[in-house]
Nanobody
Framework: QVQPVESGGGSVQAGGSLRLSCTAP????????MDWYRQAAGKQREWVST???????RYADSVKGRFTTSKDKAKDTVYLQMNSLKPEDTAVYSC????????????WGQGTQVTVSS
């Protein structure tokens, strides 16, 4: 079973920043991509960002220009740098690998809570 581990969440005021981490053994060696998702209370899970094996990135319109995803190959870790946070960013943030084989069978991690106060 492959389960990413997310960390770095917390409580901040609007305009603040956080950096989330997602560590998943085998992420790099299996050439996986990694998505970030978030789910606010009472809402559907929402896609936030993608980083592909080749390093290319994509972002949801709601976070574009404020969030940046990157990876550290040596640590099998993906980051989500979150700047200019807004109350509507409040959610549980989770990561999940994508791709074939090993990447595809990855489970969801437990997520990390981000709370942004106005």
């Amino acid at each position: 079973q492959v389960q990413p581990v997310e960390s770095g969440g917390g409580s901040v005021q609007a305009g603040g920043s956080l950096r989330l981490s997602c560590t998943a053994p085998g992420f790099i060696s299996n050439s996986c991509g990694m998505d970030w998702y978030r789910q606010a209370a009472g809402k559907q899970r929402e896609w936030v960002s993608t980083i592909s094996n080749d390093g290319s990135t994509r972002y949801a319109d709601s976070v574009k220009g404020r969030f940046t995803t990157s990876k550290d190959k040596a640590k099998d870790t993906v980051y989500l740098q979150m700047n200019s946070l807004k109350p509507e960013d409040t959610a549980v943030y989770s990561c999940k690998m994508f791709g074939r084989g090993y990447c595809f069978i990855s489970h969801w991690g437990q997520g990390t809570q981000v709370t942004v106060s106005s």
